[in-house]
């Protein structure tokens, strides 16, 4: 344990489509902070576009930068000022460190903190690499039978929550999850969790929404065969994971009375509201921003079965194969997750 390495291999974004292995020095603990060998890192679509792109939103990247913000890992050494998470304990890590102080923070929204330090968002470095460091609050120790990998993608769960949270996601809620990907597939198995008793799921993909029908329970609607109108479904709540402006909208037109839609995927700029719907039903139509105290939720909810995230998990790679690993679903229709192992 105390025999730790001065540097350390990171796969560092270059320039736009330039990913390469580089050997970076092992980072030191701040007095309340831990460091902490990672073990696993889930790929998500912002490490893809900051990958082909440069850039998500009004983040761009100026200067190399480690993408990757789904971690697990252990704790190999502690801060002097760190009394908890022994060396050894197994950690899920939130990737996201606000200011604490600003308005928002105060206010408990600390998921809107101007000023908070994210995982892989420019300048900040993420975590394909084999070690970072974190404030030790921010590092949740996780249960023994929980894989490296769902711990890592306690942080996607984390999403789920907090939409299925915005939403008021509640006993008998009837649940629209449009899009079937990682993160719709979290929204689904969450919203079951939380009392939710019908859930549709739409999307283009018949493997995907298999999956959502074995995770979730969930009904599913092929968008492609037919439309989500015709189905005559009014949701209470309505998930939009797919990031499809289309969809997105068609989606907020099919609302009961009274309803709720929260756009939680990533998605073209701009959308066509059907505003004589949203008027006369007092639909509301939030966006959601990450998460803020989530993760006891997120592990509880994988530690007792509710959420199941191993199944999610379907390629594998090491740290010097991280661009196949962020190309992964569009080359491979069978793929959901990749996972990114750095220690192999
Ligand atoms: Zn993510
Ligand atoms: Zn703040």
Same mark, same amino acid.
């Given at each position: 344990m105390n025999e730790l390495p001065t540097s350390m291999r990171a796969s560092v974004l270059? @320039?736009?489509g330039d990913i390469a292995v580089e050997d970076r020095p092992v980072p030191e603990p701040g007095p309340h902070e831990v460091l902490v060998r990672v073990a696993a890192v889930g790929t998500c679509g912002s490490d893809t576009h900051y990958y082909e792109h440069g850039r998500v939103g009004g983040f761009v990247v100026r200067e190399p930068l480690i993408l990757g913000h789904e971690a697990s890992g252990t704790v190999v050494a502690r801060g002097s000022? #760190?009394? !908890?998470? @022994? &060396? $050894?304990t197994r950690v899920s890590l939130e990737p996201g460190i606000p200011c604490g102080s600003c308005h928002e923070c105060r206010s !408990?929204?600390?998921? =809107? %903190? &101007?000023e908070v330090r994210f995982f892989a968002t420019p300048p900040v470095d993420g975590a394909f690499c084999e070690y970072v460091t974190l404030h030790e609050q921010f590092a949740y120790p996780v249960p023994e039978d929980m894989s490296d990998e769902a711990a890592a993608l306690v942080e996607p769960l984390s999403v789920a929550v907090w939409a299925c949270r915005k939403a008021g996601v509640s006993p008998g809620s009837r649940v629209l999850v449009t899009g079937a990907g990682p993160i719709g597939l979290l929204a689904a198995q969450t919203a079951r969790a939380f009392g939710a008793t019908e859930i549709v799921t739409t999307d283009v993909s018949e493997r995907r929404l298999r999956m959502a029908a074995e995770l979730a329970s969930a009904e599913t609607i092929d968008v492609r065969a037919s !439309? *989500? @109108? /015709? +189905?005559g479904y009014e949701p /209470? #709540? =309505?998930?939009? %994971? +797919? $990031?499809?402006p289309k969809a997105g909208a068609e989606a907020v037109g099919t609302l009961a009375r009274a309803g709720r839609g929260v756009f939680v995927g990533l998605g073209g700029d701009e959308l066509p509201i059907p505003l004589a719907h949203v008027q006369t039903r007092e639909i509301e139509l939030t966006g959601t921003f990450r998460y803020a105290n989530t993760w006891p939720t997120a592990i509880a909810l994988a530690a007792s079965g509710? #959420?199941?995230? /191993?199944? *999610?998990?379907?390629h594998r790679f090491g740290l010097d194969r991280v661009p196949e690993a962020l190309t992964a679903s569009a080359r491979d229709e069978t793929a959901v997750k990749s996972v990114v192992r750095p220690q192999e």
């Open positions: 270059r @320039a736009v000022e #760190v009394t !908890g998470h @022994a &060396p $050894g !408990g929204r600390y998921n =809107l %903190c &101007p !439309g *989500l @109108a /015709d +189905s /209470d #709540v =309505l998930l939009e %994971c +797919s $990031g499809n509710a #959420v199941e995230l /191993d199944r *999610l998990v379907t």
